[in-house]
Nanobody, 118 residues
Framework: QVQLVESGGDLVQAGGSLRLSCTASGSIFSVNTMGWYRQAPGKQRELVASLSSGGRTNYADSVKGRFTISRDYAKKTVYLQMNSLKPEDTAVYYC????????????WGQGTQVSVSS
């Protein structure tokens, strides 16, 4: 069983920075993608950023140039460095990992709250 544990969410003023961390435990396939999604009240969950084990990144247009995703493969940890935070970045941020072999394996963390005040 795979577990993902996030940390780093907080209340911060607009223009500030936060770094989210997510550490995975359990049996994880070596070829996988780890990423961050967010869900604001009344909105659908959306992709923020993802990073494959092959090094491919994908960012939402709204965070390009402000957020950076990175991984420590030895620690099975993915990070999200968030700079120049805006009130519209306020949401619960969820860590995700998935891989596809004969089927898709898809795992989620419990979420961490990021609140940005104006």
């Amino acid at each position: 069983q795979v577990q993902l544990v996030e940390s780093g969410g907080d209340l911060v003023q607009a223009g500030g920075s936060l770094r989210l961390s997510c550490t995975a435990s359990g049996s994880i396939f070596s070829v996988n993608t780890m990423g961050w999604y967010r869900q604001a009240p009344g909105k659908q969950r959306e992709l923020v950023a993802s990073l494959s084990s092959g090094g491919r990144t994908n960012y939402a247009d709204s965070v390009k140039g402000r957020f950076t995703i990175s991984r420590d493969y030895a620690k099975k940890t993915v990070y999200l460095q968030m700079n120049s935070l805006k009130p519209e970045d306020t949401a619960v941020y969820y860590c995700n990992t998935y891989w596809i072999t004969h089927r898709k394996y898809d795992y989620w963390g419990q979420g961490t709250q990021v609140s940005v005040s104006s």
